[in-house]
């Protein structure tokens, strides 16, 4: 199948386009995600209705899709009167989802924290909040950069799914573009190649976040 | 208080620098200390000695509360470590922050060293002194080479502990816990999980360090440091101090049963 | 907020799309998992070229999102001239997709069984087929047991995708009762309750599959 160079020369442009939504709703989900992961983790660390209910939260989104999240955001909550644009809808929905996974595993890491190492701090008089900053927290974010890497790239690819709610994603202009010309194979093989990149991009960061904070030889 | 005084043995002082009484310890129906009360003079070396499951390990860690207890007080040099009696008679439990404080002045080493792997070992030294007790890092650093020093790993300050060798992971523990100044140094089973050929150089720095003067209490299986080393040898049975006496007394004539069948048991096993 | 009256007349047509996800991803993850194996073997035992080609395969298919291969088999099989019903075309895609990731879980339970383990089944003599038969993949397999039902939950909300590329299942049929009854949030969320039974049922078995694990080491 040979490729017509004249026609990549104008679909890039369009799918860089479309690339630079994906990147933002996946920085964003990322970012919303590592701050409203640690939230959950420490809310499910609790005990009482709020460690209960964060239990809960984390079962619910971990064990129902993406779409139907996003389409009850999308399409139910302006039903009720908070109509939400596309854009919003798909960062909420994948906000919510991704949490549920980025405070499992925050919980992983601080479970692999031996109590040994609590013991050790606490016996050279460390009050919590010290402990927890110089001892515990250093070693739980070294364990849980390589996890984290995974969910991003998870997350972006996730990204893809807002195409189903009208967002105009590297998704969505692809299939705007193979609608409207007989070159299915030129957008695909040219849309898998930007998300290639960008998942890398997500993998080498975290190898060299890694190699930067790594400790045990 | 300088960096030196804590190592100091002050012999005019008649109160005892640790003074446990009547501790009572259960794991849920399982009573491991049975009303221990042990007193530990100024300068003194105590060894603990006993066949596992007599609760010498759980009497260590409840000194610094580690380990919680049901019953009886401890002190150090005069001040309650955990809980304090009310009017009343009542024990109360110290606040986290008091506790916290109590436990600076009690320096452990554990039988699996329990370093910080994300740290150096000069890092690990001064981590505490200086969030905890908030000495400047250039002073508690100098103290902490000085202590490297003593426990002869100078050159290992910027390793990381993975790096090093059980008995170098352990005079860094040991280096660690004296960085607080503390008055009195207790040693849990400190060199059970080395091997043979690197148990020698940590009881030296251990052997230094009762010579220098400080207080401490050792749990051990070193039947030969017990003896060469201890200034009072303490057997524990079945969570109670059934025998204590000077090393050469017990070693050479136990007074009872037990301590003759322990000590028989583990010369048969060792042959010394 | 209108009444949940919609879902009595359509709940048996929810169920049947719930029946379909079912078959679904029961006929895709058989192929998933042999082929898992097969790769995670190839990975381990295989020749330096087989390695790579294998390691390309992950690559491409981690850095992809599994709804643009599912678009791309949509449009490219009636250019093909294959005639392959959509069902099985889509199977096929989520059984390819899930291999890379099964393949993952299978080698790291393996290569993470200690050294002395191979040595102990070496020193007795064992050949390499008996020895992987009776010592290493018995315990690889407990190892990897609860990363592999995690992905079995994941394969089970990935085939609300295919809804996109126009198949019929579960996402398709709520999405077809919310265009007769306009009320999204009450059929959506009803989806969302079926999606979780099925995949949490999954989740508690894996839950006692790893505490099953934990106990026998």
Redesign the interface.
């Known amino acids: 199948m040979p490729i017509d160079v004249h026609f990549l020369a104008r679909l890039f442009p369009a799918l860089l386009e479309g690339a630079e939504v994906t990147v933002e709703l996946a920085v964003l989900t990322m970012a919303i995600c590592v701050v409203w992961g640690l939230v959950v983790a420490l809310g499910q660390a609790t005990r009482g209705p709020l460690g209960w209910a964060a239990g809960a939260y984390i079962?619910?989104v971990?064990?129902?899709?993406?779409?139907?999240?996003m389409?009850?955001v999308y399409?139910?909550l302006s039903?009720?009167g908070v109509p939400l644009s596309g854009f919003a809808s798909g960062l909420l929905a994948l906000c919510l989802q991704n949490g549920g996974y980025v405070a499992e595993i925050y919980r992983g890491g601080l479970q692999s924290v031996s109590a040994?190492?609590y013991?050790?701090?606490?016996?050279?008089?460390?009050?919590?909040w010290?402990l927890y900053r110089?001892?515990i927290l250093?070693?739980v974010i070294?364990r849980v950069i390589p996890p984290l890497a995974n969910q991003g790239?998870s997350i972006t690819?996730?990204t893809?799914?807002v195409?189903?709610i009208a967002v105009m994603e590297i998704?969505k202009v692809?299939?705007v573009w193979?609608e409207s010309s007989a070159n299915?194979?030129d957008v695909?093989l040219a849309?898998?190649l930007i998300?290639?990149v960008l998942?890398?991009v997500i993998s080498v960061g975290a190898r060299v976040a890694e190699r930067q904070l790594a400790?045990?030889? | 208080m300088n960096a030196e005084s804590s190592l100091a043995t002050d012999v005019t002082s008649p109160r005892p620098m640790l003074d446990m009484s009547g501790i009572v310890k259960r794991f849920g129906a399982n009573e491991v200390l049975r009303g221990v009360s042990l007193q530990v003079a100024r300068g003194e070396t105590v060894v603990v000695i006993g066949p596992s499951g007599s609760g010498k390990t759980t009497l260590l860690r409840c000194v610094n509360l580690l380990e919680d207890y049901q019953q009886g007080t401890v002190a150090v040099d005069g001040e309650p470590v955990g809980y304090v009696m009310d009017r009343g008679g009542q024990r109360q439990r110290m606040a986290e922050r008091e506790i916290a404080a109590a436990r600076e002045k009690i320096g452990i080493v554990f039988q699996s060293y329990n370093l910080f792997p994300h740290m150096t070992v000069l890092q690990n030294i001064v981590a505490a002194p200086i969030r905890v007790r908030g000495i400047p890092r250039p002073k508690a650093e100098q103290r902490a080479r000085d202590l490297l020093a003593m426990v002869g790993l100078s050159e290992k300050a910027d390793a990381y502990p993975a790096r090093l060798s059980g008995g170098q992971q352990q005079r860094v523990a040991i280096a660690r816990a004296l960085a607080m100044d503390p008055k009195i140094m207790l040693f849990d089973e400190v060199t059970s999980a080395l091997d043979p050929e690197l148990v020698g150089e940590v009881l030296a720095a251990m052997q230094q360090l009762a010579r220098d003067g400080m207080t401490m209490i050792v749990v051990t299986h070193e039947m030969s440091f017990a003896r060469d080393v201890a200034d009072r040898v303490v057997f524990m049975d079945g969570g109670v101090i059934v025998e204590q006496g000077a090393p050469e007394e017990m070693f050479a004539s136990p007074r009872t049963d037990r301590v003759r069948q322990f000590l028989k048991r583990y010369n048969d096993r060792y042959r010394i | 907020m209108k009444t949940f009256a919609p879902l009595l007349h359509s709940y048996w047509y929810l169920f049947r799309g719930a029946g379909m996800t079912v078959l679904m991803a029961t006929t895709a993850v058989v192929p998933a998992t042999l082929l898992g194996a097969l790769l995670a073997l190839a990975q381990i035992f295989g020749s330096r070229a087989t390695r790579s080609a294998i390691v390309g395969y992950i690559f491409i298919i981690r850095g992809i999102p599994l709804l643009v291969l599912l678009t791309f088999v949509y449009y490219l099989l009636p250019l093909t001239g294959v005639d392959l019903p959509p069902f099985w075309g889509v199977v096929l895609v989520l059984a390819c997709y899930y291999a890379a990731f099964m393949s993952e879980a299978f080698r790291a339970g393996i290569l993470s069984l200690p050294q002395a383990q191979w040595d102990a089944a070496k020193s007795l003599g064992m050949s390499r087929r008996l020895m992987l038969r009776i010592v290493i993949f018995p315990q690889a397999l407990r190892l990897a047991a609860p990363p592999f039902i995690n992905l079995c939950i994941n394969l089970i909300k990935a085939t609300s995708l295919v809804s996109i590329v126009g198949l019929w299942e579960l996402t398709m049929a709520s999405r077809e009762v919310v265009e007769r009854t306009l009320a999204p949030f009450q059929i959506f969320l009803a989806a969302a309750a079926m999606y979780f039974c099925i995949c949490y049922a999954l989740a508690l078995y894996g839950k006692y599959l790893e505490r099953r694990v934990l106990v026998g080491h």
Request: aromatic fraction near 10%; charge should be positive.
């Open positions: 079962q619910i971990r064990n129902t899709p993406l779409l139907i999240q389409y009850i399409f139910g039903l009720v040994r190492q013991e050790a701090g606490r016996a050279l008089g460390m009050r919590r010290t110089s001892v250093p070693q070294a790239i690819k996730d893809s799914q195409a189903a998704m692809a299939q193979v299915t194979y695909f849309v898998g998300y290639l998942t890398s400790f045990v030889s």
